[in-house]
């Protein structure tokens, strides 16, 4: 079945390092790629998608490509805040219907002055 | 904008009660969805809901769960008799269609407790 895996956390950078968060998945077909963040006492916000091969979604600095060849969506940002610490998910549309979006573990991104 | 909100942000029980929770979709959507999180792991997919009847379910998502939508506005979430294991935090989703393409939209949470 579709899954995703992200690398593990936390991953600590100091203020206006770069920043990777690695991602990849397994899936049949094309899926849709989504990256939420979720920040510190908060819910789910969706920070950017891409929904076919070499698209590239970005928003607020991140970016992530969609790779089909090397199944990857990794997210960047080239200079990362203090205010970016959160926990950033990478996830994507389940087997069968298009309803079940399937996340990855997790990784909490800190930023330190 | 827009958003998705929830009731409560926080609830306590003791095992073996039955729990609510509610949600407000962003009132054009179409597809409604909950989520958990229990502590440190990953968010899991529960169900989903379009047309007044459940599109899919998880195995999480057993008798003692039950969705509904009672007006044109609201989404509750049932849990019949809570189990300690149940202690997790509870996302609503919607969106406006149930493609391949959607967004689905989050609201902030129900923390869960049972004691």
């Known amino acids: 079945g579709n899954s995703v895996t992200q690398m593990e956390g936390p991953v600590t950078l100091s203020e206006e390092a770069f920043l990777t968060i690695n991602c990849t998945y397994t899936a049949t077909g094309y899926p849709s790629l989504f990256w939420y963040v979720q920040y510190p006492g908060e819910g789910l916000q969706l920070l950017l998608k891409?929904?076919?091969?070499?698209d590239k979604g970005s928003n607020k600095g991140f970016e992530a490509t969609y790779r089909k060849e090397t199944t990857s969506f990794h997210l960047e940002k080239g200079s990362v805040q203090v205010s970016d610490s959160a926990v950033y998910f990478c996830?994507?549309?389940?087997?069968?219907?298009?309803?079940?979006?399937?996340f990855g573990a997790g990784t909490r991104l800190a930023v330190h002055p | 904008e827009p958003e998705v909100t929830q009731t409560p942000s926080h609830q306590v029980t003791q095992m073996g009660q039955e729990v609510i929770l509610r949600c407000v979709p962003i009132s054009n959507h179409l597809y409604f969805y909950w989520y958990r999180q229990i502590l440190g792991q990953k968010v899991e997919f529960l169900v989903s809901?379009?047309?007044?009847?459940?599109?899919?379910k998880s195995e999480i998502f057993d008798d003692q769960f039950s969705v509904e939508r009672p007006d044109g506005s609201n989404f509750t979430l049932k849990i019949r008799s809570t189990k300690l294991e149940d202690s997790a935090m509870y996302f609503c989703?919607?969106?406006?269609?149930?493609?391949?393409?959607?967004?689905?939209?989050f609201g902030p949470g129900t923390r869960l407790l049972v004691l």
């Open positions: 809901f379009y047309n007044n009847e459940i599109s899919e």
């Open positions: 891409a929904t076919k091969a070499d």
């Open positions: 996830a994507l549309y389940g087997d069968g219907g298009y309803n079940k979006l399937i």
């Open positions: 989703a919607s969106s406006l269609e149930g493609g391949r393409r959607e967004t689905q939209y």
